[in-house]
């Protein structure tokens, strides 16, 4: 990954320069970590299982609330 760095006058580095390759392949990277993030979550936590018909029911409901 190619880079430059942005400095202030005292040498500081404040930003960073990236191809827009290197940009999209960070920004595509982000969105499979966050999902993976989500499933890890939802994997762990306490889950409670309905049937297909409540959940199209449910579904319904809330869809003519709005």
Same mark, same amino acid.
Request: hydrophobic share 40%; glycine share 2%; charged share 45%.
């Given at each position: 990954?190619?880079?430059?760095?942005?400095?202030?006058?005292?040498?500081? +580095?404040? &930003?960073?320069?990236?191809? /827009?390759?290197?940009?999209?392949?960070?920004? *595509?990277?982000?969105? %499979?970590? $966050?999902?993976?993030?989500?499933?890890?979550?939802? +994997?762990? &936590?306490?889950?409670?299982? /309905?049937?297909?018909?409540?959940?199209?029911? *449910?579904?319904?409901? %809330?869809? $003519?609330?709005?």
């Amino acid at each position: 990954m190619r880079k430059q760095f942005v400095t202030d006058d005292h040498g500081k +580095k404040v &930003a960073v320069l990236l191809p /827009i390759k290197d940009y999209a392949k960070l920004i *595509e990277d982000l969105e %499979e970590l $966050k999902c993976e993030k989500a499933y890890d979550k939802a +994997k762990n &936590a306490k889950q409670e299982f /309905i049937d297909a018909e409540q959940a199209f029911a *449910e579904i319904e409901a %809330e869809r $003519k609330n709005k």
